[in-house]
């Protein structure tokens, strides 16, 4: 008898452009996450709430967001591809959880802080609770294991925090998730300016987008941010060009790496604008079909609510036999 895969959950806001980062930060392991788990992949919408997104964006941020991932691989046949909203059980969960909250604990939470600090006109109880929901997106799924970033370690360790809580008050019911990723696959994508990783809300100039035209890509990566070198053979490898060599290790073929390797080994220079039009031409050839797969899924939005439709039909089932659980355990079942 076959055993049961194990169930992995991941979400991702519907708020600016996937970019180069996303696909190799996240996206490349769910395509292979998908092989070998039962995959609960969704679009956060409700938490892009916290943010006012203008209503006439939203949906076609949500069929985006949706369009890039298949594009970049994630078959809707292999996951449950499904938005937040349509999954109403997750709403009740979440209400029941914030019963094992408490402010306190919820109020020192970094991310919280930092939107304190840069968004102080909108403090609203939706962001002071967002760790809750980003719990029950996990929990009512029973995941086992879930993809995070480092900086998203503290809210997994709240989800395992709030599994404890109602297990030990109410009796078992949530299995306590893991952080997971492919150790060997995880990578940080540099930002084309040299300071941090790309984002999708710092520097546009400075990130690649898989929604980008050919041209924009080229024009970014001709005015990346290059150090010209002591010019002495041997000598480190400035943070800017390690950056450049580090984005062609992944679009490029290994000898192409090699050669501006030894060149800055050897010289301690690199012909730079020989290195940007090669490494442009062979981000073009790695972004363009995916970017012209998404265009084709956005105009097709029969095909994208037909997956959303599948993707929430499968997560609700699941979603309504924890919280029937949950409730039963709490004592609130009174037929």
Not at 114 to 126: H, S, T, W, Y
Not at 244 to 266: C, G, H, I, P
Request: hydrophobic share 35%; glycine share 6%; charged share 25%.
């Amino acid at each position: 008898m076959a055993t049961e895969k194990e169930i992995v959950v991941s979400g991702i806001r519907p708020t600016g452009y996937l970019h180069l980062g996303n696909y190799f930060g996240a996206i490349r392991n769910y395509i292979r996450m998908q092989e070998e788990f039962n995959c609960y992949f969704f679009v956060a919408d409700w938490h892009s709430l916290t943010t006012h997104p203008d209503p006439k964006d939203l949906p076609g941020n949500v069929m985006r967001v949706l369009a890039e991932n298949i594009a970049s691989g994630l078959d809707p046949e292999k996951v449950s591809l499904y938005v937040q909203s349509d999954v109403p059980e997750i709403s009740e969960l979440y209400l029941l959880m914030n019963m094992l909250a408490y402010v306190g604990e919820l109020e020192k939470v970094p991310t919280f802080k930092d939107k304190v600090r840069l968004q102080p006109q909108n403090v609203n109880a939706g962001l002071l609770t967002y760790p809750v929901l980003m719990s029950v997106d996990i929990l009512i799924q029973r995941a086992v294991k879930v993809p995070v970033g480092k900086d998203q370690g503290q809210h997994l360790e709240m989800a395992r925090n709030f599994a404890q809580r109602f297990n030990h008050r109410y009796g078992d019911l949530f299995p306590e998730p893991e952080a997971f990723n492919y150790g060997d696959s995880l990578v940080r994508i540099p930002s084309l300016d040299g300071a941090g990783k790309m984002s999708k809300s710092e520097n546009e100039l400075a990130t690649l987008y898989l929604a980008d035209e050919d041209d924009k890509i080229l024009n970014k990566i001709k005015k990346a941010k290059t150090d010209t070198g002591s010019g002495e053979p041997g000598s480190p490898v400035p943070d800017s060009v390690q950056n450049l060599l580090d984005l062609m290790k992944l679009v490029s073929a290994a000898d192409v790496v090699s050669f501006y390797e030894e060149s800055w080994k050897n010289t301690g220079s690199i012909r730079f604008g020989d290195m940007k039009k090669q490494l442009g031409e062979d981000m073009v050839k790695f972004i363009s079909p995916i970017r012209e797969r998404s265009k084709e899924l956005q105009r097709d939005t029969d095909y994208l609510k037909k997956i959303m439709k599948a993707g929430a039909e499968k997560a609700r089932a699941n979603a309504a036999q924890t919280l029937q659980q949950a409730k039963k355990l709490i004592g609130i079942n009174y037929y």
